[in-house]
T-cell receptor
């Protein structure tokens, strides 16, 4: 398994500003994922972050809006840029440790409210 | 395009009842299916993972079944307890993108003491 922490747990931000969310894992993992859960909606994958390469974004998500860093095998950040109220969501990171399991483990999430 | 649907959207049962949550998906070419529970402020917890070649998985009071050809999965919870109250999500990954999870919208379960 993997234990994942996220910072901040929640934040309230003003329109037009940016917020960087941190994701820390207690073990080295190759693949990390960032998801968004808008109010009343299901989780949607934003991007896959592999160490040493640029993140791969899903349709509808772009690097300028959601830049991602992956400096090592235990850490990643997601920035929500130039925020609008439509960005109010829960943002979650997850990892797939591999090693005989396909199970993904999720962090507790960051609840973002944009005014 | 894979779509995942969960029924019902919400369910309230008295403690001790057995219950079934349903998940359906439109594309049967899946790699695996996972059931998660989501608690407020605690993210998602993986409950069961069923590979596409498997029919069911069991963990304690939970049993998940998979009928890939019909695009359906069920999560059976036996002898429900108030601590089971949470949102239950199913997610599939497709054969062509095994790491990408496609989630349903969830079933909000309330178990009344």
């Amino acid at each position: 398994s993997a234990v994942i922490s996220q910072k901040p747990s929640r934040d309230i931000c003003q329109r037009g500003t940016s917020l960087t969310i941190q994701c820390q894992v207690d073990s080295q993992v190759t693949m990390m994922f960032w998801y968004r859960q808008q109010p009343g909606q299901s989780l949607t994958l934003i991007a896959t972050a592999n160490q040493g390469s640029e993140a791969t974004y899903e349709s509808g998500f772009v690097i300028d809006k959601f830049p991602i860093s992956r400096p090592n095998l235990t850490f990643s950040t997601l920035t929500v840029s130039n925020m609008s109220p439509e960005d109010s969501s829960i943002y979650l990171c997850s990892v797939e440790p591999g090693l005989h399991t396909d199970t993904q483990y999720f962090g507790p999430g960051t609840r973002l409210t944009v005014l | 395009k894979q779509e995942v649907t969960q029924i019902p959207a919400a369910l309230s049962v008295p403690e001790g009842e057995n219950l079934v949550l349903n998940c359906s998906f439109t594309d049967s070419a899946i790699y695996n299916l996972q059931w998660f529970r989501q608690d407020p402020g605690k993210g998602l917890t993986s409950l069961l993972l069923i590979q596409s070649s498997q029919r069911e998985q069991t963990s304690g009071r939970l049993n998940a079944s998979l009928d890939k050809s019909s695009g359906r999965s069920t999560l059976y919870i036996a002898a429900s307890q108030p601590g089971d109250s949470a949102t239950y999500l199913c997610a599939v990954s497709n054969s062509g993108a095994t790491n990408k999870l496609i989630f349903g919208t969830g079933t909000l379960l309330a178990v009344q003491p």
